[in-house]
């Protein structure tokens, strides 16, 4: 049986659509949305912020500077074409696949700067994902207030965990309107 984070990643770009079919009013449901963002992050997310030159005002990073950390220029649609040769979230494969699947699109000079642009790559998909995945956790469990502070308590480790702006943000946000502030 193919489970929710496994789907995610096979049809990243089908997160709105998969999510969308997932009845959030089932607890089994929702720990499985948490786990699936809690796997994301721990496997796509977190490992790659150290590549994040860019850090906001609360000393968080907040986004990835693909440009540079491939040290090359890149172009946003071709990044965005890039995604029919790797349609799936997974780790960068060895690098002479990597610099054959590149090469056509993007003159990354070295292989450290191609992993670390894939790597980082990934981690915004990821977070697409997860941007999906924790709006559909914007209402009150429906297992009633202790499973509500329960769910909650792991958003907030999760949120605490090293993550770009963004995915941050969501977390955070769903966090704040479901506590009330």
């Known amino acids: 049986m193919t489970t929710l984070f496994d789907a995610l990643v096979a049809k990243p770009r089908s997160a709105d659509e998969i999510v969308a079919g997932l009845d959030v009013n089932d607890p089994a449901v929702r720990v499985t949305i948490v786990n699936t963002i809690d796997r994301l992050v721990k496997e796509l997310i977190s490992p790659a912020v150290p590549l994040m030159p860019r850090w906001d005002e609360e000393g968080s990073p907040a986004y990835f500077d693909l440009e540079e950390i491939a040290g090359a220029e890149l172009g946003g649609l ?29 003159a990354i000079p070295t292989s450290e700067r191609r992993n670390a642009f894939f790597r980082a790559w990934m981690a915004e998909r990821a977070g697409r994902v997860v941007d999906a995945l924790a709006r559909a956790l914007t209402a009150r469990h429906p297992g009633g207030p202790e499973e509500d502070t329960r769910e909650l308590e792991i958003l907030r480790r999760i949120a605490s965990a090293p993550l770009h702006g963004n995915v941050r943000y969501r977390i955070s946000d769903v966090i704040d309107r479901r506590s009330g502030r």
């Open 78 to 106: 071709v990044v965005d074409m890039f995604e029919d040769v790797f349609p799936t979230l997974r780790s960068p494969p060895e690098d002479a696949e990597l610099a054959r699947a590149v090469d056509p699109y993007f």
